[in-house]
């Protein structure tokens, strides 16, 4: 059964600073790979997508990475502002379909 | 419609009655998801819809929970005889599908589920 791990589960840091969450699941049979962001009292915003065959995507200050492998993403938040504060998620998607989360990581950026 | 619309945004039962949620994916996207989500928890899944089928049903906690989706495009869960331990927040994601390939999850803003 798929295990997805986020870590921290918590991150504050100051405004500027460049942040990275990781995330690990168990099962490297993967068809994709994503990150959302969920603000509070809301549903899930997609971020980016990671296909199995790639190794990472970017989107303006967000960059993601994904070593199947070993079982790893890490999101990369370059020069943080107030308003990326957050819980942001990973999830990875089986070979049925199915999308399993992790717990998510709530970042706080202080201005 | 332009997002996934779930309705209603709240319900509030008591214990032991039926509840139905209701979702409306996103025009043309044929694969539709159903997850719960508790408090400081990530959302847990429950079950995907490929067109009209579930193509997998393996997060349903028990046969109290049930889903349809009979012309492949809203979708219904079902709930009977609720628990308190059910209250949870109900999102549902809808997502296309090219060349085999599910795209991006978009998600619905989640119906609050609380069962007095």
Known sequence: ?111 | GAGVSQTPSNKVTEKGKYVELRCDPISGHTALYWYRQSLGQGPEFLIYFQGTGAADDSGLPNDRFFAVRPEGSVSTLKIQRTERGDSAVYLCASSAIVGGTNEKLFFGSGTQLSVL
């Not at chain 1, 100051?14 to 969450?21: A, T, Y």
């Not at chain 1, 068809?31 to 190794?55: A, E, M, V």
């Not at chain 1, 993601?64 to 492998?69: E, F, I, T």
């Open chain 1, 1 to 111: 059964k798929q295990e997805v791990t986020q870590i921290p589960a918590a991150l504050s840091v100051p405004e500027g600073e460049n942040l990275v969450l990781n995330c690990s699941f168990t099962d490297s049979a993967i068809y994709n790979l994503q990150w959302f962001r969920q603000d509070p009292g809301k549903g899930l915003t997609s971020l980016l997508l990671i296909q199995s065959s790639q190794r990472e995507q970017t989107s303006g200050r967000l960059n993601a990475s994904l070593d199947k492998s070993s079982g790893r993403s890490t999101l990369y938040i370059a020069a943080s502002q107030p308003g990326d504060s957050a819980t942001y998620l990973c999830a990875v998607m089986g070979s049925q379909g199915n999308l399993i989360f992790g717990k998510g990581t709530k970042l706080s950026v202080k201005p």
